[in-house]
C-alpha cells in the first residue's frame, strides 16, 4: 500500500535573517520572512507527508499566529508530519524536491541538503533527490523576490 503526497510553499526574501533550506544555512545576502525559520524547502515537504496521509496541511498542525513557532526549527514540522505517518503504518519510500530560486546558486549545495533531508526523514541519501531550478527571470521568483518549492514523498506499508 503506498500514498503519495504534493507540498508546495514559497516565501520572500527578507532582511536580517539567515537563509535556511531543507535544513542547511547556506549563504547568501538574504533570509525568507517568516514566522518560523521560513525553510521554504522543510515547508514543502512536511505538507507533502501531511497530504500523504490526508492529514491537512502545516498551517493547521502549526499555525502563524502562535508565538511558539516564532522562529522555529522547520525540522519539528517535518518531524510531526514523520510521527503522524509512522503512527497511521506509512514510513518514507522516497522525496522529490525542486527548488525554484534565481539566487543563490544551490548546485553546489544541493547534495549538502539531500543528506540532512534524508538524516531528517531517516532514509538513505539515495532515496532522497533535490533539484534546484530558476524561473529565467519570468515572475516573483524570477524576479528574486524570493524562492519556491515543490516537494513529492512517497509513503509505504
Ligand atoms: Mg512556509
Not at 140 to 145: D, L, M, R, S, V
Request: glycine fraction near 12%; proline fraction near 4%; aromatic fraction near 6%.
Amino acid at each position: 500500500m503506498t500514498r503519495i503526497g504534493l507540498g508546495f510553499d514559497s516565501h520572500r526574501f527578507g532582511p536580517g535573517r539567515a537563509l535556511v533550506l531543507g535544513g542547511v544555512k547556506v549563504e547568501h545576502s538574504a533570509g525568507l520572512a517568516a514566522h518560523s525559520d521560513g525553510d521554504v524547502v522543510l515547508h514543502a515537504l512536511a505538507d507533502a507527508i501531511f497530504g500523504a496521509i490526508a492529514a491537512g496541511d502545516i498551517g493547521e498542525h502549526f499555525p502563524d499566529t502562535d508565538p511558539k513557532w516564532a522562529g522555529a526549527d522547520s525540522s519539528i514540522f517535518v518531524a510531526r508530519a514523520l510521527e503522524l505517518a509512522s503512527e497511521a503504518g506509512y514510513a518514507v519510500g522516497n522525496c522529490d524536491i525542486t527548488i525554484l530560486a534565481e539566487a543563490p546558486k544551490l548546485g553546489p549545495v544541493k547534495s549538502a541538503l539531500a543528506c540532512n533531508i534524508a538524516k531528517l526523514l531517516k532514509v538513505p541519501a539515495s532515496d532522497v533527490s533535490v533539484k534546484a531550478k530558476t524561473a529565467e527571470g519570468m515572475g516573483p521568483i524570477g524576479q528574486n523576490e524570493g524562492i519556491a518549492c515543490y516537494a513529492t514523498v512517497l509513503l509505504g506499508k
